[in-house]
């Protein structure tokens, strides 16, 4: 490997996660790197007092251009728009560390990057180096192109919108994983009853399919209303019986949902006080291509 490639693989780790976070599919990830790669190929790196700075602000800026673009896209998107998880060919090894670490914590679970989705693509971009990369601002300044103060007060804009839009719960790796045991089992012998003792009386749905497959248009609210969704859902397929298989999304218990060989859902959850309090589940046929590539349906998936 030549030392110009050898040096980009170095940093690809942060560069991949900061674009991820940015931008919130692998693919698009991909391709921010992929262009930011073909910028630092026509670069002459042997001028460049700091390669990783150069690097990242190209990468900052190339998936702030194209989060600006997805913004106005997504506006039009049918339905909630949901983050796409990561797969195993596109995580980082946890062993390559420092820049493990930032692949692993609370910022890459695929709640917290819907929650992303609140912010403006500025405030994104400010938030993620500032909080999650740990650049001062002024160093976030300068990779933004921008005054400090300036990227002072897009930080502090974005953190309080975060803060208004924060659950109340914070990630529970094993309360998710009983929950969702508990889910697959009232998904078997489905009653309202059994449904309805999983979720918070304020629990949402919310669910992407992208105008492609059925799901709901919009978020659904309501213990009571969740619970008739999911028994008719529960109905609908009982002559085709969907296959639950447990899997990790993005550090989290989420589950797999095939219907015969097919991937037809991703659904994660989050959790407070022992009930779900939200459901997500991605249907986008294009958004489980990916996924769906990589796992295989159990031959008796359960979570016990």
């Not at 933004?144 to 914070?170: D, M, T, W, Y």
């Amino acid at each position: 490997m030549d030392p110009q490639t050898a040096l980009f693989q170095q940093h690809r780790q942060r560069l991949f996660g900061l674009a991820y976070r940015m931008l919130g599919t692998p693919a698009d990830a991909e391709d921010a790197l992929h262009d930011a790669w073909l910028r630092w190929h026509a670069q002459d790196t042997a001028a460049l007092d700091d390669p990783e700075a150069w690097l990242v602000t190209v990468t900052t800026r190339i998936a702030l251009d194209r989060l600006r673009r997805a913004k106005t896209e997504r506006e039009h998107y049918t339905g909630p728009w949901l983050p796409e998880p990561l797969v195993e060919e596109s995580a980082p090894d946890a062993g390559d560390a420092p820049d493990a670490a930032l692949e692993r914590d609370q910022t890459l679970t695929l709640s917290f990057l819907t929650l992303l989705e609140r912010l403006g693509p500025d405030e994104r971009a400010a938030f993620l180096l500032n909080e999650v990369f740990d650049y001062s601002h002024a160093e976030a300044a300068a990779i933004l192109g921008i005054a400090e103060n300036a990227c002072r007060q897009r930080v502090h804009r974005a953190k309080a919108r975060l803060r208004e839009g924060r659950p109340r719960f914070s990630v529970d790796a094993q309360a998710q994983q009983r929950l969702l045991q508990r889910f697959v089992a009232a998904m078997e012998q489905p009653t309202l009853d059994s449904l309805r003792a999983l979720f918070a009386e304020d629990a949402v749905h919310i669910a992407d399919g992208g105008g492609v497959v059925p799901a709901t248009l919009r978020p659904l609210h309501g213990a009571e209303r969740l619970a008739r969704l999911y028994r008719q859902i529960a109905h609908n397929t009982r002559l085709a019986p969907l296959r639950y298989v447990p899997a990790m999304l993005n550090g989290v218990p989420a589950l797999l949902l095939f219907t015969g060989d097919t991937l037809t859902t991703a659904m994660w959850i989050e959790v407070d006080d022992g009930r779900i309090a939200a459901i997500h589940a991605l249907r986008h046929p294009d958004k489980l291509a990916r996924l769906g590539a990589v796992t295989k349906p159990a031959p008796a998936a359960s979570l016990h």
